[in-house]
């Protein structure tokens, strides 16, 4: 079990680490001010908590209405892993435009609150990773303690992360060299989610 929360936990980070808008705002927010850029990685860290959340309820409303509900669910996570799949294989085939986020320079700690929080509570997507990420280790299956740990542990990773990126990007040469990895990284997510996208949909019920 400890194995498996370890893994499920890897996979979050792993996908957390990509370039992306959270990251992007994190980064400018706190080239600005440091205390400014801690708090934009409260209000992502925020959005991904109501995104787990999101996912758990759906996983469990699935549960009650029919097996065949839950399968539907995890197809749905399963094609978005390959969707990041190919994503991923043309940011890593081209230039990474990690810096498309929106360039909201918050002036006050509520404004970099509340702006981290929409900038990744606006991807709905984020909902089918977590739905597909929980299907594929089968959180609803775990022990309640167990599943404490998963629906606790990823804020607390979401918080622990983007408030690390809030101190890295308060150095630009840093945070530069962070996203010249970016690449990269992009190539080895974009193997990670083929394999567990396939490994999600071969898995349902014939």
């Not at 792993?14 to 980064?27: H, Q």
């Not at 995890?74 to 990474?96: I, K």
């Not at 974009?190 to 898995?203: D, E, R, T």
Request: proline fraction near 5%; charge should be positive.
């Amino acid at each position: 079990m400890l194995a498996g929360l370890l893994s499920l936990y890897g996979v979050y980070l792993l996908a957390a680490m990509s370039p992306g808008p959270a990251v992007a705002y994190v980064m400018r927010t706190a080239v600005a001010s440091r205390a400014l850029g801690r708090r934009a990685a409260l209000g992502v860290a925020t959005a991904t908590t109501l995104w787990v959340a999101v996912a758990a309820l759906g996983l469990a409303a699935a549960m009650q209405a029919s097996p065949r509900s839950l399968d539907l669910l995890r197809l749905a996570g399963g094609l978005y892993f390959l969707w990041l799949c190919w994503t991923l294989g043309r940011g890593a085939a081209s230039v990474r435009a990690a810096a498309d986020a929106p360039d909201l320079r918050p002036r006050t700690a509520w404004k970099a609150y509340l702006q981290g929080l929409a900038v990744n509570a606006a991807n709905p997507g984020t909902a089918l990773f977590f739905t597909g990420l929980l299907g594929l280790y089968e959180v609803h299956r775990m022990p309640a303690p167990a599943q404490a740990a998963v629906y606790l542990g990823i804020p607390a990773l979401s918080a622990l992360w983007y408030g690390a990126l809030a101190l890295v990007f308060s150095a630009p040469r840093l945070a530069r060299a962070y996203l010249s990895a970016s690449r990269v990284l992009d190539a080895a997510l974009a193997l990670l989610f083929l394999a567990l996208g396939l490994k999600l949909i071969a898995a349902l019920r014939p």
